[in-house]
């Protein structure tokens, strides 16, 4: 995919963030984290799709609004076959304490944000068990074995907190066609 192509997934995934207060009302109470100290802000989510959809472009936009808000932020990435529609990943740990470590743990993250279905049941277990799971519902489907739909629909729902979007729709939605996958 081509740099504009990332960016285009990008803007994709910002609007629906943008678009996302309905959402985001959604998502579970911050209560059902893994969090000690309920005095504490601390966030750990993890971005996930496929080369060429702007994760780390996500990562870096989330990490800026963080510094800019004066928290602290701790970003790692793995984008090994990126450039190939490989897996990526992005680790962003927010909080308004200092962050030791930029990995999060299995088992910890409040929040997996996918652009990608398929790519977002990867991550599951480093969901913790009152995270959410936020998928596009559109697949890319960049491999001949694709698995079909229904079975990845159904590990999803198979979740307990979980927030299904079609952000090729929500593209549409704001006149952004170039973002839309189709």
Not at 12 to 38: R, W
Not at 77 to 90: D, L, N, P, T
Not at 150 to 155: E, L, N, Q, S, V
Request: proline content about 7%; hydrophobic content about 35%; charged content about 20%.
């Amino acid at each position: 995919m081509s740099g504009s192509s990332a960016r285009n997934y990008s803007i994709q995934l910002l609007l629906l963030l943008s678009a996302g207060e309905s959402v985001f009302k959604q998502l579970p109470e911050k209560g059902k984290n893994k969090n000690p100290d309920p005095d504490r802000m601390k966030t750990d989510i993890i971005l996930a799709g496929v080369g060429g959809q702007g994760i780390l472009t996500i990562a870096a936009a989330i990490g800026f609004a963080t510094l800019s808000e004066k928290m602290f932020v701790k970003q790692s990435e793995v984008h090994g076959m990126s450039q190939r529609g490989g897996a990526v990943q992005s680790h962003l740990r927010l909080s308004d304490q200092p962050v030791a470590s930029d990995l999060i743990p299995m088992g910890c993250a409040d929040l997996i944000l996918s652009v990608e279905p398929m790519e977002s049941l990867r991550y599951l277990p480093y969901l913790n068990p009152g995270g959410c799971l936020v998928t596009n519902s559109v697949p890319y489907l960049n491999i001949p074995n694709y698995p079909e739909e229904k079975t990845i629909h159904d590990a999803v729902k198979s979740l307990p907190n979980y927030i299904w979007i079609n952000a090729d729709e929500i593209a549409r939605e704001y006149g952004s066609i170039k973002s839309s996958i189709s």
